[in-house]
């Protein structure tokens, strides 16, 4: 089985700048989650989706990120502009559906973002 | 909300000894603790999980206890060895939420030394 695919895997840009991150779920995942992992921190939940439709996006700053998941398959997430304090690992993960399933959580190996 | 607190941060031991890495958790209604193992330039993989209902769980040697009523659950690694050198998270989630309501510690990075 295949893994979480993400890409690219490093970005360096200066702040101000947009930047795009992709990701593709394991097959047959209905639920796919974008994470922020801060240098020495644990990962912290930005955005999930349920297919194609957003279930919590609380804790994505909205003025300058914003996520899609079109055919509710692979997902982009998007920066623009950046700041310092976003230099960060971007999580992609994604779950089964089902009781007792869907806490478990397959991760990618992130994109790691430096703004300088 | 949630909030989970993990020591120690780090931890270093000798090959071949035991590693245990433990955890608080506030909120009372939480009922799966899973464990994940972050690898250098990896994600993290999830490697042992517990819910509410068991005290101990045990998968080769590594083990997880929980403790209801002190709203703590540690993880313990036997006999390490190099290949367990890595980044220790504990999380919690209270129960019908998936993974929405996973909240993660800050993580315990775990160096065994030959």
């Known amino acids: 089985e295949a893994g979480v695919a993400q890409s690219p895997r490093y970005k360096i840009i200066e702040k101000r700048q947009s930047v795009a991150f992709w990701c593709n779920p394991i097959?047959?995942?209905?639920?796919l989650y974008w994470y922020q992992q801060i240098l020495g921190q644990g990962p912290k939940l930005l955005i999930q989706f349920q297919n194609n439709g957003v279930v919590d996006d609380s804790q994505l700053p909205k003025d300058r990120f914003s996520a899609e998941r079109l055919k509710g398959v692979d997902s982009t997430l998007k920066i623009q502009p950046a700041k310092l304090e976003d230099s960060a690992v971007y999580l992609c993960a994604s779950s089964h559906e089902g009781t007792g399933r869907n806490e478990k959580l397959f991760f990618g190996s992130g994109t790691q973002l430096s703004v300088l | 909300g949630e909030n989970v607190e993990q020591h120690p941060s780090t931890l270093s031991v000798q090959e071949g000894d035991s590693a245990v890495i433990k955890c608080t958790y506030s909120d009372s209604a939480s009922n799966y603790f899973p464990w994940y193992k972050q690898e250098l330039g990896k994600g993290p993989q999830l490697i042992i999980d517990?819910?509410?209902?068991?005290g101990e769980k045990k998968d080769q040697r590594i083990a997880v206890t929980l403790n209801k009523t002190a709203k703590h659950f540690s993880l313990h690694i036997t006999e390490t060895q190099p290949e367990d050198s890595a980044v220790y998270f504990c999380?919690?989630?209270?129960?019908?939420?998936?993974?929405?309501?996973?909240?993660f510690g800050q993580g315990t990075r775990l160096t065994i030394n030959p």
């Open positions: 097959s047959g995942h209905a639920t």
């Open positions: 517990i819910r509410s209902n068991v």
């Open positions: 999380a919690a989630t209270p129960p019908g939420w998936g993974a929405q309501k996973l909240v």
